[in-house]
């Protein structure tokens, strides 16, 4: 079995002044949902085996906090343009050529293609990803090559409102 962790980026700021939307930074609230998803995450002592980003600069902020609060090793950090304005399909082939030594993986990327993918995971799963959302997929998968639509339970749908109101 596979875990995936599917990550949307925090809340951008649309009147950054970035001359496009790859470059488009967090806004004050992404810059505090952000570390707090990452802090939360410390404390469930996740063990992950790789942190894979977008490219786009918001969804790699999110990451960085992450990569920070878990202190994860660069080498075990990965940017792949693809994930950015990318479709269920081609987040598929990314996922499929992840090595097999690999076994919890936690992506971070956009919507609406993160919200697809959970629902293409698991045909059960309806709900949408606002942002800094975490959804825990378990795969019933032994080799990432083998994922396919509907090979996976969601596990977990979490974001900062949802953890402040369990607390």
């Known amino acids: ?37 990452a802090s939360f995450c410390k404390s469930e002592n996740i063990a992950l085996d790789l942190l894979l980003s977008s490219t786009a600069n918001r969804a790699q902020s999110t990451m960085r906090f992450y990569q920070k609060a878990l202190e994860f090793p660069e080498s075990k950090v990965v940017l ?40 293409h995971l698991d045909g059960g799963f309806r709900d949408y990803l606002v942002t800094c959302t975490r959804v825990k997929i378990d795969l019933e998968i032994d080799a990432w090559k083998e994922i396919y639509g509907d090979c996976g339970i969601v596990m977990e749908h979490i974001y900062p409102k949802k953890i402040e109101e369990r607390n």
């Not at 875990?3 to 009147?15: E, F, G, M, Q, V």
């Open 1 to 37: 079995m596979k875990t995936l962790y599917i990550h949307r980026h925090a809340k951008s700021d649309w009147d950054s002044g970035a001359k496009n939307d790859h470059d488009r930074p967090l806004n004050s609230r992404g810059e505090r949902d952000a570390p707090y998803m």
């Open 80 to 119: 792949d343009q693809r994930i950015y304005h990318s479709d269920v399909k081609t987040m598929m082939t990314v996922l499929s050529e992840l090595n097999d030594d690999i076994e919890n993986v936690m992506i971070f990327g956009h919507n609406p293609t993160f919200t697809d993918l959970c629902h």
